[in-house]
Each structure stands twice: as C-alpha cells, then as structure tokens.
Nanobody, 123 residues
C-alpha cells in the first residue's frame, strides 16, 4: 500500500493549510490513519489519528486548531490545520495501519508511511 501526502507549504502565523493523504494499491483495507510530524532536530511525534469508525485523537499541542478526517470510500485522509504557529513547522507524514491480500487471499498486516510534506510557518 502506498501513501501520497500533499498540501504542505509556507504560511504566515495564524494562517491555515490542509494536508491530504491518498492510499493506493491492490486489495487492501485500512484501519487507523494518522498524521505525524518531525521538526528539525526533534523526533517524530503523533499529531492526530482517526480510526475507520471516525474516532479521533489529537496531540495536546494541536487540539482545537487541527482537525483530522478521512474518506473510507476514497481511502484518503486530511488534516485541516488552522491558527498555525511557528512551532508547527515540521515535515508532516501520514501513515496507515493496513491489511493487504496476496494473490492466494492470505492477509498481510502492514504499516505504511507517506513521503512527508513540509509545512513552514513564519512568524
């Protein structure tokens, strides 16, 4: 399963961006999807996640500003980011907890990552 993230860019503090993540592949099912970020010199941290039933979870630092959503038919996820602050500057990665099926129908559980998209918030 391949994930393609898009939507990053440069924005002024207080502005908004919307990130998108699209999954593709053959014969797969996605369970949880999430967004992580990695700022320069720091480790990767969870920003937001969403289950296939729509339950969401957010890092305290983004609660009330970011909203995660997904479309289970199109196999996409989005992260709407409002009221951005310079501390949100990071490379953002989407990921997905998936199962795909081999030609013999045997399932394979996998954890997929997108390629990352850079978000830069200027002060």
């Amino acid at each position: 399963v391949q994930l393609q993230a898009s939507g990053g860019g440069l924005v002024q503090a207080g502005g908004s961006l919307r990130l998108s993540c699209a999954a593709s592949g053959r014969r797969f099912h996605i369970y949880g999807m999430g967004w992580y970020r990695q700022a320069p010199g720091k480790g990767r941290e969870l920003v937001a996640s969403i289950t296939n039933s729509g339950s969401t979870n957010y890092a305290d630092s983004v609660k009330g500003r970011f909203t995660v959503s997904r479309d289970n038919v199109r196999n996409t996820a989005s992260l709407q980011m409002n009221s951005l602050i310079p501390e949100d500057t990071a490379v953002y990665y989407c990921n997905a907890d998936t199962v795909y099926y081999r030609d013999d129908d045997s399932p394979v559980a996998t954890y997929s990552w997108g390629q990352g998209t850079l978000v830069t918030v200027s002060s």
